[in-house]
């Protein structure tokens, strides 16, 4: 059950970001340059080295290992782009650096996957990536259905508009849905090595969004734009790493880091919105 729930739910999480995307939003690219260059360059180069080194650091054993790079592998996560909103940070940038990411996943994600097994594993995790089927498989449950919801966005905003709360809703309970699959599946593991495996998946998400903030920093990005790339870093697309690792690679013990990680994230991004809402100048409609 859970290799069918978690690839469809997948793939309707992202049908409903295209839904809430638009060409227009691409232009940003022009004035958020800097900030796109650094969101990506941490997401797809920066945390997977981090999770490698702090999955080494603190002698995970191999399989958690490989999920907290998978974790960190997987792009930006659907829920980044309103977390960004609720926390007054840059929409725009946020959007952007979540499509890019989610359309070079099906390339990226394999890759460091496949290093990280051969890095991480050794012969402890005897399973070769399947790197053409993986490609495909993250291609047509990511970047298809982002499509196919942008060209709906685009040809019927109006629909979309009045269908957005809804949409919002059934994506919350969608997401639910795929955490409570991957959690039942891997409760034993989850029992047993929740401590260790905390420990690790926080480290990551507090060390992502705080190298997030220092690359936007470095290359003159203001507060909303640091405000997206630390919670676009700190939120991954923790529904495509479940895929990866069960659906795909048939391993659940894979996921114990990606379901970990789920609560880590969703605490700190809360606390983020908090701290900021606080104190970040109110921006109409926010």
């Not at 994600?109 to 594993?121: D, E, K, N």
């Not at 498989?137 to 990511?142: D, E, L, N, P, R």
């Amino acid at each position: 059950m859970s290799t069918l729930i978690i690839p469809v739910g997948l793939a309707f999480l992202m049908l409903c970001v295209g839904l809430e995307t638009r060409i227009a939003d691409f232009r940003a690219l022009a004035r958020t340059r800097a900030g796109v260059v650094a969101g990506l360059v941490s997401q797809i180069l920066v945390l997977p080295l981090l999770a490698a080194a702090i999955a080494h650091g603190l002698g995970l054993p191999a399989a958690h290992a490989v999920g907290l790079v998978l974790v960190a592998a997987a792009p930006g996560g659907v829920t980044a782009n309103f977390v960004t909103l609720m926390a007054r940070g840059d929409v725009a940038l946020s959007i952007t650096v979540t499509v890019l990411g989610s359309l070079a996943a099906p390339l990226t994600v394999p890759l460091v996957v496949g290093l990280a097994f051969s890095v991480l594993a050794g012969d402890s995790v005897a399973l070769a990536l399947p790197l053409g089927p993986t490609i495909g498989a993250v291609f047509v449950t990511t970047v298809v259905p982002l499509a196919i919801g942008l060209m709906i966005a685009e040809r019927a905003p109006e629909t979309v508009a009045r269908l957005r709360p809804g949409l919002r809703r059934a994506s919350f309970l969608v997401f639910l849905a795929i955490v409570a699959t991957a959690i039942l599946s891997q409760w034993a593991a989850l029992v047993l090595s929740w401590r260790e495996v905390g420990v690790a998946a926080l480290a990551l998400n507090l060390a992502a969004m705080a190298l997030s903030v220092a690359l936007g920093r470095a290359v003159g990005v203001g507060r909303p734009g640091l405000t997206a790339l630390a919670i676009s870093g700190g939120l991954r697309n923790i529904a495509l790493a479940l895929t990866v690792a069960i659906g795909l690679l048939g391993r659940p013990d894979l996921a114990v880091a990606a379901t970990v990680y789920v609560f880590a994230m969703n605490a700190t991004a809360l606390a983020l919105v908090a701290l900021l809402r606080r104190t970040a100048p109110l921006v109409e409609g926010q």
